[in-house]
């Protein structure tokens, strides 16, 4: 699993989400996991039991931070406040990096709680660029995004998202997490190659990886993070992996959470499919198949498109 660092961060290796429900089975066992994601917002706020258990956890192992309310694409203010707890938070953790989503999730200061879609045109380009510098510079360090799964897509878009995201990133110089499943997601939901997708990425800026589960809903894909990751997202990782070289790759599991070690077990896969020591189940798509693989990945009969006010 090791790599070269990638804008000054190592890869950590294989790690898992921090939830609730495990905090006893942690502080008690105090298990062979390589590092935990913490969400933001569930920390930033919070006393008690709850940031108790993440200093203890903070002392032992590498605790990097996700968010999901940053709003990096809204166009309203940047939250100032918001951003000053987040750096506190990262601060009194030493997190690895900061992450968040290239997304809007609300407008006029009503928070929607959904990471929601960008219009990928030049305009909304030099927005998210800009305002990436703005809170760089307020956390002192590069900000890390993640591609959103997405349902709908703006008709006034004019570039695909794996440019405006690679784009992105090279003109505010910030780093990427890469949730592979939210690119398997996509392609499905959207008709595009997500092998196409993955070799469009600028692979030196990828710090993080993210696998999860999510739910086929025959004409669309929902990201619920509640079970195992398909195989086909397994051989999307391979391909990941090998480009990059590696980075710190974790697990999800939101939903439906099952006991800690069946959670710790699903991220170990991870290993079998990097040296390709085990077989991975019947229906699979080859890593370094060019074309789209219906077989795998069929397409949807519609996708709805969204029009931009």
């Not at 569930?42 to 993440?54: A, E, F, H, I, T």
């Not at 510098?133 to 959103?148: D, F, G, I, K």
């Not at 440019?163 to 595009?192: I, K, P, Q, T, W």
């Amino acid at each position: 699993m090791s790599s070269a660092p990638r804008l000054g961060h190592a890869n950590l290796g294989l790690g898992v989400g921090l939830r609730t429900t495990h905090y006893p089975h942690i502080l008690e066992k105090w298990p062979a996991v390589d590092w935990f994601e913490i969400i933001s917002e569930n920390y930033m706020d919070s006393g008690g039991r709850p940031r108790y258990v993440l200093d203890q956890i903070a002392e032992r192992y590498p605790i990097v931070m996700h968010g999901v309310s940053m709003s990096i694409g809204s166009t309203d203010p940047l939250d100032v406040e918001y951003l000053r707890k987040l750096k506190k938070l990262a601060d009194d953790v030493n997190a690895g990096w900061v992450s968040d989503h290239v997304c809007w999730t609300g407008v006029t200061s009503k928070n929607s709680h959904d990471l929601l879609p960008m219009p990928y045109t030049e305009e909304a380009l030099r927005h998210v660029v800009d305002r990436i510098r703005t809170v760089s510079e307020v956390l002192e360090r590069p900000l890390v995004l993640e591609n959103p799964s997405s349902y709908v897509t703006f008709a006034e878009s004019t570039m695909p998202e794996w440019e405006f995201v690679r784009r992105m990133a090279e003109e505010s110089d910030c780093g990427l997490l890469v949730d592979v499943n939210n690119v398997y997601v996509s392609a499905f939901n959207h008709d595009f190659d997500p092998f196409e997708y993955l070799r469009a990425l600028p692979m030196d800026r990828v710090v993080q990886f993210h696998l999860a589960g999510h739910t086929h809903c025959g004409t669309h894909i929902v990201d619920t993070h509640d079970g195992r990751v398909i195989d086909p997202v397994w051989d999307l990782y391979k391909l990941a992996h090998e480009l990059t070289g590696g980075a710190s790759t974790l697990l999800e599991w939101d939903a439906d959470i099952p006991p800690f070690e069946e959670v710790h077990s699903e991220v170990l896969k991870a290993k079998t499919v990097i040296d390709g020591d085990g077989p991975l189940p019947e229906t699979r798509v080859a890593a370094d198949d060019v074309e789209f693989a219906e077989e795998a990945i069929p397409h949807p009969a519609a996708f709805v498109t969204a029009e931009a006010e």
